[in-house]
């Protein structure tokens, strides 16, 4: 297996490609399917390079999330933070799965990161109704193996 170094155009353009998606409005009939495009990019790329890409580029993608959705500042921080966390605590096995079983892995970490964003907005202005939002993490398990090869691509042009 060849190990290839970091592309930072490659990481800086799906991360704004991610940006942009995350705040793309969608029709009503469609947008609780709305997969979290920043959290599928950053364990993206917290799987591709972990020695490069950590906790704090969760905090950073995080402040740009708060900023950009206009929600309570921080909110994005902690579950983006915690996202990679628990993403790099068991990196070295997620990566050796195949992109099927990898999907089924993100479908709960992205659980998580709903779970804790909506749990916050409830908390400090207005609840949302049930549960929801497993039909985003839905949406972004599915999409995860067309964003790796999206991806890949991506880097492999750009390199």
Do not use: N
Request: proline share 3%.
């Amino acid at each position: 297996m060849v190990a290839y170094r970091l592309s930072w155009l490659a990481l800086l353009l799906s991360v704004l490609i991610a940006l942009i998606l995350e705040v793309v409005s969608l029709p009503a009939t469609v947008s609780f399917l709305r997969p979290e495009w920043l959290v599928l990019t950053l364990v993206y790329w917290l799987l591709r390079h972990p020695e490069a890409i950590g906790i704090a580029s969760g905090v950073i993608a995080g402040v740009f999330m708060d900023v950009l959705s206009g929600t309570y500042f921080g909110i994005h921080v902690l579950s983006l933070s915690l996202i990679c966390y628990l993403v790099l605590i068991m990196h070295q096995r997620l990566k050796m799965f195949p992109v099927a079983q990898q999907a089924v892995v993100l479908f709960f970490i992205t659980g998580i990161h709903l779970m804790v964003v909506y749990t916050m907005r409830s908390l400090l202005s207005y609840a949302d109704s049930g549960l929801d939002y497993l039909w985003q993490a839905l949406a972004s398990a599915l999409l995860w193996p067309f964003i790796v090869i999206f991806y890949d691509r991506l880097v492999y042009a750009l390199r």
